[in-house]
């Protein structure tokens, strides 16, 4: 009887083992280099996956789950197909390497007729994105994505402030970083993306989306030591409103985060993992994971530098006209502009007259943009984006048509268009199709209030993105006994790492006034950088822009056309990038090529640095260098600086110090 017992309870227990089998299966799927573990868990309790890094834990089991039209799509035991290796490539001409690699391992989970979810393990990180097969679908109720960790680990966190119109979600996109544990992360309080959580050994894991198209941005909140997505639901009215009454604040939401017209795929919930920060600066998986370029021929979108009124306060002197928003002005920067082959000029707000089509009386457009012309300058318009879109970012693209097909044929080169200052579907949407209208018009981009998170790679004409801290703070900035309140230096070591993983910044550099912690103060007439000189010039080659600017006025620069001369040959793209070295949120290192020439830059924060910089990334045989550093009194007076020339090869390794705040440079040929 006792023998009976034990067998009904063996075989009790196997049924029990078979029954949890059935209902859970794991798919594990590995990174081309075996580095990487991801494994995806569908059954009773749904979805979650995992991510290891050599064995070790990166993201503890965490849950995916969409609701579209009021069912959960992603319930059950779900059937693995479509698993394969990639290995491709394709250009990428304007950016920071002409060719990308596109090496990944995928997988692909199948919920019934109606739900996929792709998988994907590349050596830099993992990803995954849902697609929905159902013709009917209608609407995107809600999302869950949540990213969870073993322990409470100290992050750094892009909070969501500076709300436009005291609504939510409508944000520029620029945030300074708060150095704090996932668990003191505010409750009622969202950051955007990319957020980098600091795993043991070095270890840093970067949550981030990609390929965001027709369809939200993500937020995130934090939850013990967890990350929870939040996405802007589709707003009903919006009426003027925000900063300036510039925005399309949304008077109300919908209750639901995107509207659907049948199958769809939905954007790349992704984590980069790396154990070396320096590898950080030459990921690619904002670019990977995005829609492909929609440019047929794309030869005639012309990347470069542009000279930059607004930032300066227009302080020309030694001029014989009244500096402002005048014909003699913008024909001055547009002198400078030639003087230093730089490939633009941008006319900032105020050329305008109550809306788009008229322009101020005191400037002479189609005059400017012939003188232009002749001198080998192109001119960019600063535009607000509901003026563009007639206030209406659904129905009002006959305006923008109109807008761009006259600017087009007066002979402009492109828009700067500004507070967007949202990225809900409805924002999203306006994004790629003023890109389209743009593109079928020969015209160049500029993106402020958002932040890249696809579009770049699918319509390369939008050259630039804001959604940064960028020089402009420094004009407002405040003080107090102690110094800055805010460490401009600090946030310049960590923005790349994090802002800059997404897609270029339009930070604006090239401030010629520089000043250290004991005198700097905000002065938005007579504006000034943090740090020293070479750290405002060694930013050139470190952001990437293929759109940049240089901030300050045609008559500092020409006071400093040593430093000018150099800056004004820093190209926007390059052929290759080369992460030497680096530490989130202390320093960083990279060189860049392009054709033959190497351009090479430190940085640091307000900590001195001595640094190696290994030139063994150089080919054979004997090279020039031009050298720019921080002077030996750099220290005392921020814009001290040396400038030297001298033969270098791959052999050398340079020896090179940073004053706090300050930075290095080279163009070697």
């Known amino acids: 009887m006792r023998h009976l017992h034990l067998l009904a309870l063996t075989l009790l227990f196997a049924g029990q083992l078979a029954f949890s089998a059935e209902k859970n299966r794991n798919t594990v799927l590995y990174s081309p280099d075996g580095q990487l573990k991801v494994t995806a868990t569908s059954g009773a309790r749904g979805l979650t996956w995992a991510i290891e890094r050599n064995g070790k834990p990166v993201l503890e089991p965490s849950r995916i789950q969409i609701t579209i039209d009021g069912c959960e799509r992603l319930s059950g035991t779900a059937r693995e197909t479509a ?90 996109f620029e945030s300074y970083y708060d150095e704090i544990r996932l668990s003191e992360m505010a409750a009622d309080s969202l950051s955007i993306t990319p957020l980098a959580v600091c795993l043991p050994d070095g270890v840093k894991a970067i949550v981030m989306d990609a390929g965001v198209e027709n369809y939200p941005g993500m937020m995130l909140k934090g939850e013990g030591n967890s990350l929870k997505a939040e996405f802007p639901p589709v707003p009903g009215e919006c009426i003027r409103g925000g900063h300036g009454k510039l925005n399309l604040v949304p008077l109300n939401r919908l209750p639901y985060i995107a509207s659907l017209d049948g199958p769809a795929v939905f954007p790349w919930r992704a984590v980069v993992v790396t154990g070396r920060d320096a590898d950080i600066l030459n990921c690619d998986m904002a670019q990977l994971l995005s829609p492909a370029c929609r440019i ?18 227009i302080n020309l002197t030694g001029v014989d006209f009244v500096a402002g928003t005048n014909t003699p002005t913008y024909k001055a920067f547009i002198d400078f502009a030639a003087e230093n082959k730089l490939e ?63 600017y087009a044929g007066m002979g402009i080169k492109g828009f ?85 993983l997404a897609g270029p910044m339009d930070y604006t550099p090239g401030a010629m006034h520089n000043a250290l912690k004991d005198n700097f103060f905000g002065n938005g007439n007579h504006p000034m950088s943090q740090g020293t000189r070479v750290h405002q010039m ?38 290759e990038t080369v992460a030497l070295d680096g530490k989130l949120g202390e320093y960083l290192v990279l060189a860049r090529r392009k054709g033959d020439t190497w351009f090479v830059a430190a940085l640091t924060d307000w900590t001195e640095r001595d640094l190696i910089i290994d030139l063994s990334f150089l080919p054979a045989g004997k090279r020039h260098a031009l050298i720019f550093a921080d002077g030996v009194n750099a220290h005392r007076n921020a814009e001290d600086y040396s400038c030297r020339e001298q033969p270098v090869s791959a052999s050398d390794k340079l020896s090179v110090h940073l004053a706090g705040g300050g930075g290095w440079t080279a163009i070697i040929r």
């Open 416 to 500: 700067k268009i500004d507070f967007v200052d949202r990225d809900d579907q409805i924002a999203v949407r306006s994004m790629y199709r003023i890109a389209e209208c743009a593109a079928r018009h020969h015209l160049v981009l500029d993106y402020h209030g958002f932040r890249p998170s696809g579009v770049q790679r699918a319509w390369p004409n939008i050259l630039n993105f804001e959604g940064v801290k960028g020089l402009e703070n420094l004009k407002w900035a405040q003080r107090n006994s102690e110094g800055p309140i805010l460490d401009q230096t600090r946030y310049d070591v960590t923005a790349p790492y994090l802002r800059m």
């Open 344 to 406: 633009y000029a941008l006319i900032d707000s105020g050329w305008s007259d109550k809306d788009l089509y008229h322009v101020k009386p005191a400037i002479d457009l189609p005059g400017l943009v012939a003188y232009a012309r002749e001198r080998g300058v192109g001119l960019l318009l600063w535009a607000n984006w509901a003026d563009m879109v007639d206030n209406d970012p659904v129905s009002g693209y006959g305006m923008t048509e109109r807008i761009m097909e006259l």
């Open 538 to 575: 060694a930013l050139y080659t470190l952001f990437e822009a293929p759109l940049q600017m240089l901030a300050d006025s045609p008559t500092l620069y020409r006071k400093e056309q040593e430093c000018t001369d150099f800056i004004a040959q820093v190209p926007t793209v390059f052929d």
């Open 83 to 172: 698993r394969q290796e990639v290995n491709t490539a394709f250009s990428s001409p304007f950016y920071k390497k002409a060719t990308i690699q596109d090496h990944y391992n995928t997988v692909t989970l199948r919920y019934g007729k109606e739900a996929r979810v792709e998988f994907r393990a590349y050596d830099e990180g993992a990803a995954y994105r849902i697609l929905s097969d159902n013709p009917q679908a209608k609407r995107v109720d809600d999302e869950y994505a949540e990213f969870n960790f073993a322990a409470d680990y100290p992050a750094f966190i892009p909070y969501v402030n500076d709300l436009r119109g005291r609504e939510r979600y409508c944000f520029s």
């Open 296 to 313: 047929a021929d794309p030869s005639w979108i012309v990347p470069g530098k542009a000279t930059w009124e607004w930032w300066n306060s």
